[in-house]
């Protein structure tokens, strides 16, 4: 089963790179060059250059366009620079706290959020975002309900416009051991719309060494193992959130590092030595091999067990219902004959009893009849005549309500042939 474990920090090249696309939109792009920050069309002309007098390296801050305007934000502390006067200048009213180092930086509705991040031996679990009013970094108040992830930095996330943002792999930090980090193997889901997390399932990845990440977009992303600067071509991955998938790229063009590349206007662009060049992204989306599953999607899961439980209860409940009405249907005893098919039939006192004989015993011998119904007032050949239509009378009934043959057979005994025996083939369809 192919699926990896990769960590967003490892995107980044060793060391702070000159001349690298720092962030963009759909009408122009930022390139960091020493302390400009130089703002291009995509026809690579530069329509302005920017001042960012600071030393923190491009992979320790987010450049993102909030209201079309680039803003920079430190992933690890509270500060957000924007522009005045064509310099990057603090509008914050925080400091370098350190405590979301490797956090998510997005624009949410026209406000900069910011999700986890590592700092002081833990890791945070909750979405905070800066307030235009305060200037400072304030809660992002979810449903109180919600199920909460895990504390986690340097995850792989991508944010639906308006919608949602996903993340997986990552860190996390041992709540016993802070020292110690481990994989996160969980890929979660906020949904903005009605403010709650949601735990889509377990990752199936594996960890890609030295592994590149690009965003693509609508829950998309690139992830592809390096060698140099160079992407191994039977390494590039597509992974879509939304759709659960993970797509193997046919080809990927050997130009692109994954790293060293953006997307903008349905375009796939690598900007290096001050050159330009785009490819159709669609090419290399639409010629994705699936791979299988992203992640195990736990809701489908417990969606088909609930309905697999249900059809089972259903099911169950009928055939428990069958056999009540059937059980209800067949023959029994009453204190002046039997029931069936929840009909009363009554017999006599005598009748009652020979029946009694009948389904209790497999056999019973013709004496022990006698003996049941047997009136001194008669002489023996009277009571066997009287036995014998008792015993005609209980079968005619019996046999005509159940709609058998007959009900009450009789056979000589194999031990004395003078004993007559009596049985029923029948008399285990009584409830007794």
Avoid: C
């Amino acid at each position: 089963m192919l699926f990896f474990q990769t960590l967003s920090l490892i995107s980044q090249s060793k060391g702070d790179q000159s001349s690298a696309v720092i962030g963009n939109n759909d009408d122009f792009f930022f390139v960091r060059d020493g302390i400009n920050i130089l703002k291009k069309d995509f026809n690579n002309n530069t329509l302005d250059s920017l001042i960012f007098n600071e030393k923190y390296p491009s992979k320790s801050f987010k450049l993102v366009i909030q209201n079309n305007a680039p803003v920079i934000v430190n992933k690890g502390g509270g500060m957000v620079w924007k522009v005045k006067n064509d310099t990057f200048t603090r509008v914050d009213n925080s400091f370098d706290h350190k405590m979301t180092n490797a956090s998510s930086v997005f624009i949410h509705n026209d406000t900069i959020m910011k999700f986890g991040g590592y700092g002081y031996w833990s890791s945070r679990n909750f979405i905070t975002y800066f307030s235009k009013t305060t200037k400072e970094w304030e809660i992002y108040s979810i449903n109180p309900n919600s199920l909460l992830p895990p504390g986690v930095s340097s995850v792989n996330y991508s944010y639906i416009n308006n919608k949602g943002f996903y993340f997986s792999d990552g860190l996390k930090s041992s709540p016993k051991y802070p020292l110690n980090k481990t994989l996160n193997e969980e890929i979660w889901y906020f949904d903005f719309r009605n403010k709650s997390w949601e735990d889509l399932g377990t990752s199936k990845s594996e960890y890609i060494v030295e592994s590149q990440i690009l965003k693509l977009g609508n829950g998309q992303m690139l992830v592809g193992s390096t060698y140099g600067s160079a992407v191994s071509n039977d390494q590039v991955y597509l992974y879509d959130f939304i759709n659960n998938n993970i797509g193997r790229l046919n080809s990927f063009n050997q130009i692109f590092g994954i790293d060293s590349a953006f997307v903008a206007n349905d375009s796939l662009y690598n900007y290096r030595n001050n050159n330009l060049i785009g490819f159709d992204l669609k090419s290399y989306i639409t010629e994705s091999t699936s791979e299988g599953s992203l992640y195990v999607d736990t809701n489908a899961l417990f969606a088909n067990l609930t309905r697999f439980t249900g059809v089972a209860i259903i099911l169950l409940f009928i055939i428990v219902l069958y056999l009540y009405s059937k059980n209800r249907k067949r023959p029994r005893l009453s204190e002046t004959g039997f029931r069936f098919n929840r009909v009363h039939y009554p017999l006599t006192e005598k009748e009652l009893s020979i029946l009694k004989l009948i389904l209790y015993n497999k056999r019973v011998e013709s004496k022990i009849i006698l003996k049941e119904i047997y009136d001194s007032e008669l002489s023996v050949a009277q009571n066997n005549r009287r036995k014998v239509e008792i015993v005609e009378s209980l079968n005619k009934k019996v046999s005509t309500t159940m709609n058998i043959n007959k009900f009450i057979n009789s056979k000589k005994s194999l031990k004395d042939q003078r004993v007559l025996i009596y049985y029923s083939n029948f008399r285990t369809d009584f409830v007794l």
